[in-house]
């Protein structure tokens, strides 16, 4: 039997189906956006999906019709096939729809959230689902909160997380966190990954841009992942595959708007003049990346070139997807400077920067966070900072820096 994860975003959308009367999932393919509102739903509630062509031709072509067959509440999945659906979503709300009237699902989350907010402001409250996390698949307890750097919420995490050493980091980063593998339900990793290949050529690139070689487009992704975790370089990525960087931007943007991949950006500050201003290039799911550079065991990977930037692409989609099960923006950028002094992010909470830096070693030590002193010097308002690595417990290096696991993430 596949297992069953409960999902730490769940509590959200029960919450703000009580005064929204409308709620929206976003999120990459397959990271079981339609499995949590199923397991939420209600006998009452009608569901319809638009990979239903006959459905979701009934919503673009009258969707007034397609409304009063599927009467709310309803749940209506893969909603970005039919965008002429959310004027008339609109007109049901402003007729005092009641709240939770609206479950809408959508896989290309930028177009998604800019139809919502065009046609639906005020009106919707916007979720972005995340890949399984840390928490979701080894936590021994159901309590979450947004990664802190307050003692008492790195204590807590680390008495319901379930430890970790560096072999087994490496193998949770291999496998990445895709539902329908970590389950079990496809038990074979190739095959699975190289489905949602497919399966993301035949359907969301075909959406955005028929034209594409696939062919080449699968080596551009490659080229991209070959670079997760690092600064953005658009014209390096262009000449690994051949193709022009305006090309090469263009199908950045297309993985972007798939939710395949995002960007953290440099922190902005009028103290900070001589910061570099290229955003840093994520995965959305490690095992994707393992894949796609050919890394055959987590054993090859954790002693490869590619050992760090991976590490640093899981522990932000670790921080990055606690945020977005709360319902919150992710508060992350990033500092590099012209002098290349760099610290890996920075963590915003209450006007007040946390500095952390991603290590895959297990005793790191204070000459490791001496860019940390930088921004005091810039009078920029520091809080406690933090080493995110693999040592074995939860520790301190001075009164200002934690040194925490990655497994407590």
């Known amino acids: 039997m596949p297992r069953l994860f409960a999902r730490d975003i769940a509590p959200t959308i029960s919450k703000l189906s009580q005064s929204y009367s409308a709620v929206m999932l976003t999120g990459p393919r397959q990271v079981g956006k339609t499995t949590v509102l199923m397991n939420l739903?209600?006998?009452?509630?009608?569901?319809?999906?638009?990979?239903?062509?006959?459905?979701?031709?009934?919503?673009?072509?009258?969707?007034?019709?397609?409304?009063?067959?599927?009467r709310a509440p309803v749940m209506i999945d893969e909603v970005q096939y039919a965008p002429e659906l959310f004027s008339y979503i609109k007109l049901q709300i402003d007729q005092n729809a009641k709240p939770g009237a609206f479950w809408l699902t959508g896989s290309q989350s930028f177009s998604m959230m800019r139809?919502?907010?065009?046609?639906?402001?005020?009106?919707?409250?916007?979720?972005?689902?995340?890949?399984?996390?840390?928490?979701?698949?080894?936590?021994?307890?159901?309590?979450?909160?947004?990664?802190?750097?307050?003692?008492?919420?790195l204590q807590?995490?680390?008495?319901?997380?379930?430890?970790?050493?560096?072999?087994e980091i490496y193998t949770r980063i291999w496998q990445?966190?895709?539902?329908?593998?970590?389950?079990?339900r496809h038990p074979d990793r190739d095959v699975f990954y190289s489905s949602f290949i497919q399966t993301y050529l035949a359907r969301d690139l075909t959406d955005q841009s028929s034209n594409v070689d696939r062919y080449r487009f699968v080596d551009f992704i490659r080229a991209a992942a070959c670079r997760c975790g690092c600064l953005l370089n658009i014209s390096a990525i262009a000449n690994d595959v051949g193709i022009s960087p305006a090309t090469a931007k263009h199908w950045l943007g297309i993985?972007?708007?798939?939710?395949?991949?995002?960007?953290?950006?440099?922190?902005?500050?009028?103290?900070l003049k001589r910061t570099?201003?290229?955003?840093?290039?994520?995965?959305?799911?490690?095992?994707?990346?393992a894949y796609l550079t050919r890394h055959n065991s987590p054993e090859t990977l954790a002693n490869g070139a590619l050992c760090g930037q991976i590490l640093e692409n899981y522990v932000?989609?670790?921080?990055?997807?606690?945020?977005?099960?709360?319902g919150r923006q992710y508060p992350l950028w990033y500092y590099r400077?012209?002098?290349?002094?760099?610290?890996?992010?920075?963590?915003?909470?209450?006007?007040?920067?946390?500095?952390?830096?991603?290590?895959?070693?297990?005793?790191?030590?204070?000459?490791?966070?001496?860019?940390?002193?930088?921004l005091k010097n810039k009078n920029l308002p520091i809080g406690a900072g933090a080493v995110i690595c693999n040592a074995p417990q939860l520790s301190a290096l001075d009164n200002d820096v934690f040194v925490v696991p990655v497994w407590m993430l």
């Open 156 to 167: 807590d995490a680390q008495e319901i997380s379930k430890p970790a050493d560096v072999n």
């Open 176 to 184: 990445g966190s895709m539902p329908a593998y970590v389950s079990g």
């Open 316 to 326: 932000v989609n670790q921080i990055r997807a606690g945020f977005h099960n709360v």
């Open 276 to 289: 570099v201003k290229a955003p840093k290039l994520y995965f959305f799911d490690t095992g994707l990346v």
């Open 337 to 374: 400077d012209f002098d290349q002094d760099e610290i890996d992010l920075l963590l915003e909470a209450d006007g007040v920067l946390h500095p952390i830096e991603i290590k895959r070693m297990t005793t790191p030590n204070l000459s490791i966070t001496k860019t940390f002193k930088k």
């Open 255 to 271: 993985l972007e708007q798939s939710d395949l991949i995002f960007f953290l950006h440099p922190y902005a500050n009028n103290l």
């Open 115 to 153: 139809l919502a907010q065009e046609s639906l402001a005020g009106r919707v409250a916007l979720l972005h689902m995340s890949a399984l996390t840390q928490h979701e698949i080894y936590s021994t307890n159901s309590s979450l909160r947004p990664f802190s750097l307050e003692l008492r919420a």
């Open 41 to 70: 739903k209600e006998e009452s509630r009608t569901y319809v999906t638009l990979d239903d062509w006959t459905q979701r031709n009934l919503a673009r072509t009258d969707p007034r019709m397609f409304l009063e067959l599927h």
